[in-house]
């Protein structure tokens, strides 16, 4: 079973620019978060999707910050503009979406962002 | 107050010691509980999960949970080098994960 895809691995951009991450998740999980991992930080959830329907935003930084799951699958993050403290390793996780005691999360290798 | 705390080290241990990791948490209400293994420029992995009291045993991993006093552990039996790595706590209700910071983890050959 392949995991779950994230892509750049690694972005460098100056402060104010834009920048967009991708990331597929294990195929059929309903369920896709989108997480931001600070250096010596645990995971703090973004945005957390139920197909293509936004189940909970409330820690997104929507001034400028935006996701998006179009049919339900892959998804995208975007940063727009860019801030120094942006810096940070965007992790994308998927999991089944039942809801059932089993239910846990798989995370991809995660996206390093550095703003300068 | 943070929903979910962890030690965040860093541990240093020889190898073949045992390990303990610990998290405590203030909601009661948190159904499931989880600990993820994260290796350098690497994202979590899932370790161990449980949602019950008392203990859970996985190979050299042992997973604790002590509800009535709202703290979980990881021990690590027989420690190898190759568990260098951050350790981190997560919880679960509802469908929201809340996770701990991290406890990162060096096992000296």
């Known amino acids: 079973e392949a995991g779950v895809a994230q892509s750049p691995r690694y972005k460098i951009i100056e402060k104010r620019q834009s920048v967009a991450f991708w990331c597929n998740p294990i195929?059929?999980?309903?369920?896709l978060y989108w997480y931001q991992q600070i250096l010596g930080q645990g995971p703090k959830l973004l945005i957390q999707?139920?197909?293509?329907?936004?189940?909970?935003d409330s820690q997104l930084p929507k001034d400028r910050f935006s996701a998006e799951r179009l049919k339900g699958v892959d998804s995208t993050l975007k940063i727009q503009p860019a801030k120094l403290e942006d810096s940070a390793v965007y992790l994308c996780a998927s999991s089944p979406g039942t809801s059932g005691l089993q239910e846990t999360q798989y995370f991809g290798p995660g996206t390093r962002l550095l703003v300068l | 107050q943070k929903e979910v705390e962890q030690d965040p080290g860093p541990l240093s241990v020889p190898e073949g010691a045992i390990v303990s990791l610990n998290c405590t948490y203030s909601?009661?209400?948190?159904?499931?509980f989880m600990w993820y293994r994260q290796y350098s420029r690497k994202g979590p992995e899932l370790l161990m999960y449980t949602y019950s009291s008392g203990n859970k045993e996985d190979g050299r991993f042992t997973a604790q949970v002590d509800k009535s006093s709202k703290y979980i552990s990881l021990f690590i039996r027989d420690s190898q080098p190759s568990d260098s790595a951050t350790y981190l706590c997560a919880m679960r209700v509802w469908g929201q994960f809340y996770f701990g910071t991290g406890t990162s983890l060096t096992v000296i050959p």
């Open positions: 195929s059929g999980h309903a369920t």
């Open positions: 999707f139920q197909n293509n329907g936004v189940v909970d």
């Open positions: 909601n009661s209400a948190f159904q499931y």
